[in-house]
T-cell receptor
Framework: KNEVEQSPQNLTAQEGEFITINCSYS?????LHWLQQHPGGGIVSLFM???GKKKHGRLIATINIQEKHSSLHITASHPRDSAVYIC?????????????FGKGTKLSVKP | DGGITQSPKYLFRKEGQNVTLSCEQN?????MYWYRQDPGQGLRLIYY???????QKGDIAEGYSVSREKKESFPLTVTSAQKNPTAFYLC????????????FGQGTRLTVV
């Protein structure tokens, strides 16, 4: 059983399209993270949120605690947005401060 | 610039040899973590350390060992007991146990031949 599920697994978009990546989780959480992993493998933290909505440039992250669901939106997508986007949650009952990761959504934005 | 440095980026080893992956951070973070990433799977926790000279096993600790002699450093040794060591290894750190942002290194891709 996966405690963090992401959809879709793979996503191909044309440059300029609005993109949504979804994350559902089954555990009680204290925070949810959205991460970006580029082809070289390094991971960058995009957002950490525990309620509501956050925006940074063309990226928007929302979370609905009652529904245990979060979405990452990319407006006016660009080929440089091509990466794997990973949702991770901080479990109340898990290892001290540990994150539980989704399998990632591979996004490819075509020019 | 503050951050986490993992080295080397690519590592090749013969089967049966132990190998140590380096992770150094200059963020003054207390907590450090080692994760393993396999194709099509989420990151899985190998070991974590909340404070110097203390570390705990994660979900897949068998065949691995760590040390935390300095706050800045959390090296991971992949021993010959690890049955399937070829993978991508990521190190991360956080300032503490409360909801703080996690910082990740660039990863080390280990190939055992």
């Amino acid at each position: 059983k996966n405690e963090v599920e992401q959809s879709p697994q793979n996503l191909t978009a044309q440059e300029g399209e609005f993109i949504t990546i979804n994350c559902s989780y089954s555990v009680g959480i204290s925070a949810l993270h959205w991460l970006q992993q580029h082809p070289g493998g390094g991971i960058v933290s995009l957002f950490m949120l525990s309620s509501g909505k956050k925006k940074h440039g063309r990226l928007i992250a929302t979370i609905n605690i009652q529904e245990k669901h979060s979405s990452l939106h990319i407006t006016a997508s660009h080929p440089r947005d091509s990466a794997v986007y990973i949702c991770a949650v901080r479990d109340y009952g898990g290892s001290q401060g540990n994150l539980i990761f989704g399998k990632g959504t591979k996004l490819s934005v075509k020019p | 610039d503050g951050g986490i440095t993992q080295s080397p980026k690519y590592l090749f080893r013969k089967e049966g040899q132990n190998v140590t992956l380096s992770c150094e951070q200059n963020l003054n973070h207390d907590a450090m973590y080692w994760y393993r990433q396999d194709p099509g799977q989420g990151l899985r926790l190998i070991y974590y350390s909340q404070i110097v000279n203390d570390f705990q096993k994660g979900d897949i600790a068998e065949g691995y060992s760590v040390s935390r002699e300095k706050k800045e450093s959390f090296p991971l040794t992949v021993t010959s007991a690890q049955k399937n060591p070829t993978a991508f290894y990521l190190c991360a750190s956080r300032a503490g146990l409360l909801n703080t942002e996690a910082f990740f290194g660039q990863g080390t891709r280990l190939t055992v031949v």
